[in-house]
């Protein structure tokens, strides 16, 4: 899982960078236009995320900004790492 986790959030940064170097240095033809599009698209999927994520551990883990930063660029891939935190912490007795 750590494995799986790692490589996919790789594979987001890279996607991200392409992006954002498309805005700054675009390329020929319609693949700006694709990926401005699609830049679009993540930033409000990524944002959406961002919600899930502070609705779902905000009570069970100590959140900075940092986290939320994470969260926002690395979208699904760090929503998992933050789950797997809070499967990690001990469990209270009832």
Do not use: C
């Amino acid at each position: 899982m750590k494995f799986f986790i790692l490589a996919g959030k790789s594979f987001t940064l890279l996607t991200w960078l392409v992006m954002f170097y498309n805005v700054f240095m675009p390329f020929d033809g319609k693949v700006s236009i694709v990926l401005n599009i699609l830049l679009l698209i993540t930033a409000f999927m990524h944002l959406f995320q961002l919600l899930i994520f502070y609705t779902m551990f905000n009570t069970l883990l100590k959140l900075k900004l940092v986290d939320y930063i994470k969260v926002y660029f690395l979208g699904v891939f760090g929503l998992l790492e933050y789950r797997q935190k809070v499967l990690d912490l001990p469990q209270a007795e009832d």
